[in-house]
């Protein structure tokens, strides 16, 4: 008999049915729900005449609708104050926690679930949102669901669900200087390309994933989703095991011992057989940067502004599509190009490890004129600790707006937009089209890389600066 998957353990631990046909009902251990998607699925639950059948496994907070101004409240962006309002009610109701504004525990999902312990290794985890993938980082199997499905997990705590086909890409090799979690996610991204995922949950493997921090493999499995893939995941170990010890909801005492060597076991057999494998070494991976309308459209910092003339013809429409949109012009430099602002935060770059990337090159100047440049936290565990390090006063001592804990500019659906026609540097995972507000230009990069954009008024090499 092969070996299994680490995906295979963990999915094979929660059938509670077999379906046939590669479907089953699938238990579900942990459910957080935001201020987007909260209500309409607690609302659907009521409508039905059902109740929520486990609230003690369902968590709450308000993140992709709130202001994240200083001392904001949840009526600072009035329609985002009606869906907390309705989220408070909803959860009440229902005895679900809820994170709210302020609150130790407030912030964005997937920054909150890990550093609570409510995501643990081995668990399924699920949100309606499409990076709850985010959480594999810990090593769950982690993804997101729409309305329906989250009313059906909250009533029922489970899920009908497709077997993933199994990939694993692994990464061996050391990173080199000023490259980050970040800027290994846009290149598998531009290595890959954005459906190599599709079907598949993805396991991240080899020694520089191990040499990882949890941060960093939060990040990486984040960009899961933009690879078409539903869901990713590192297999955890003693870097994870300590990163979890004395947080929130995680076990205590001979309890988390015990839970310790259940999770050893949570890792690939040596003869598991995978879907699909793909090898890179990490010492090729540069600084990166998005310079079109999609993740996979990424480059090395220091590269050329692709030629659609020279690309597959499948791809031509698609690059000139995007260079217009972003007017910029092919087989030019990509450093160089002016920006209007930054943005340092989101679920893929907002925690404090992130904060501290960007921090210290933020220390060697100031915001360029003309440019605005936010530092938003992604929780108030992480704005509280980043304070305690006196990270604010390096941001605000450099031109930066330190805010509140929230999704805040990455997806605009709280009233903070890139202006039309301005270009930003954004830390967050997407630049579709419109993402950061109308005809807003966005360029994906690390927090690092970030930081130096907004200094310099350009796109540039974060490795010139030192």
Avoid at 132 to 161: I, Y
Avoid at 368 to 395: C, H, I, N, Q, Y
Wanted: charged residues 20%; hydrophobic residues 45%; aromatic residues 6%.
């Amino acid at each position: 008999m092969a070996g299994r998957t680490i995906i295979d353990k963990i999915w094979d631990d929660h059938v509670v049915k077999d379906l046939g046909d590669g479907w089953a009902l699938i238990h579900i251990d942990r459910h957080i729900l935001h201020d987007l998607s909260g209500p309409p699925a607690l609302a659907k639950v009521s409508a039905a005449g059902r109740h929520v059948r486990a609230p003690a496994l369902a968590f709450a907070t308000p993140d992709h609708a709130v202001s994240s101004a200083q001392g904001r409240t949840a009526a600072s962006f009035a329609p985002g104050g009606r869906l907390v309002d309705a989220l408070r009610a909803a959860t009440t109701a229902a005895g679900i926690r809820m994170f709210d504004l302020g609150q130790d525990g407030q912030g964005i999902v997937h920054v909150t679930a890990p550093e609570l312990g409510i995501s643990l290794p081995g668990l399924t985890v699920i949100c309606g949102d499409s990076h709850t993938c985010t959480n594999g980082g810990v090593g769950a199997l982690a993804f997101g669901v729409g309305t329906s499905e989250s009313a059906h997990a909250l009533a029922t705590q489970t899920l009908r669900m497709q077997r993933p086909r199994r990939m694993r890409v692994r990464i061996d090799g050391r990173l080199g200087g000023h490259v980050s979690a970040k800027d290994l996610a846009l290149y598998l991204m531009h290595r890959l390309g954005s459906s190599a995922g599709v079907g598949h949950t993805v396991e991240y493997a080899g020694s520089a994933v191990r040499a990882m921090g949890v941060e960093a493999r939060l990040t990486l499995c984040n960009l899961s989703v933009e690879m078409g893939a539903r869901s990713g995941l590192v297999a955890p170990d003693d870097t994870v095991f300590d990163w979890l010890a004395g947080r929130d909801y995680a076990p205590r005492g001979a309890a988390f011992d015990h839970a310790v060597a259940v999770w050893r076991g949570l890792v690939s057999d040596e003869d598991a057989v995978f879907d699909r494998e793909q090898m890179f070494d990490a010492a090729e991976v540069a600084p990166m940067m998005s310079w079109g309308t999609s993740p996979d459209q990424s480059m090395a910092i220091d590269g050329i502004i692709p030629d659609p003339d020279r690309a597959p013809v499948a791809l031509r429409d698609d690059i000139r599509a995007a260079l217009d949109y972003m007017g910029l012009e092919p087989g030019r430099p990509l450093a160089g190009t002016p920006v209007d602002w930054v943005f340092i935060g989101s679920c893929a770059n907002a925690r404090l490890s992130d904060l501290r990337e960007a921090a210290a090159v933020a220390r060697s100047g100031r915001v360029a004129d003309g440019v605005t440049a936010w530092v938003v936290p992604g929780s108030v565990r992480v704005k509280r600790a980043a304070e305690a390090e006196g990270l604010d006063r390096v941001f605000l001592d450099a031109g930066f707006d330190w805010r509140e804990p929230g999704c805040a500019m990455c997806v605009a659906a709280n009233g903070e937009r890139v202006p039309p026609g301005a270009r930003a540097v954004s830390t967050s995972n997407r630049n579709f089209v419109g993402r950061q507000g109308p005809r807003a230009r966005t360029h994906l990069a690390s927090p690092a890389s970030a930081a130096a954009a907004a200094l310099a008024g350009r796109i540039v090499d974060v490795r010139t600066l030192h």
